[in-house]
Nanobody, 122 residues
């Protein structure tokens, strides 16, 4: 079982950058594919970026080239570097282990963290 605590969200101007962090507790982090999900107002949660245990990454088209997912297995930490932010990136961002493909609403664990809110607005 993994548990997650997300941080780093903020109000940022369009074109700005943020780095989100996810602290995971549990012994399975280093062997799990991990992902960042987001839930925009009135929308379903969706997986936007994933990273395998070995470091292979995938992104939805909407964030490709702007977001970078990374992990530090020694610290049980997951990160999301977000550059060139757009208003449509406004959402609550969550991390979880991944069992489905990009765009999925489902994480490997039913209990989610509190998320971290990103608001992109002028």
């Amino acid at each position: 079982q993994l548990q997650f605590v997300e941080s780093g969200g903020a109000l940022v101007l369009p074109g700005g950058s943020l780095r989100l962090s996810c602290a995971a507790s549990g012994s399975r982090f280093s062997t799990s594919t991990m992902g960042w999900y987001r839930q925009a107002p009135g929308e379903q949660r969706e997986l936007v970026a994933r990273i395998s245990a070995g470091g292979l990454t995938e992104y939805i088209d909407a964030v490709k080239g702007r977001f970078t997912i990374s992990r530090d297995n020694a610290k049980n930490m997951l990160y999301l570097q977000m550059n060139s932010l757009k208003p449509e990136d406004t959402a609550v961002y969550y991390c979880n282990a991944v069992i489905h493909g990009l765009g999925s609403s489902y994480g490997a664990y039913a209990v989610w963290g509190q998320g971290t809110r990103v608001t992109v607005s002028s």
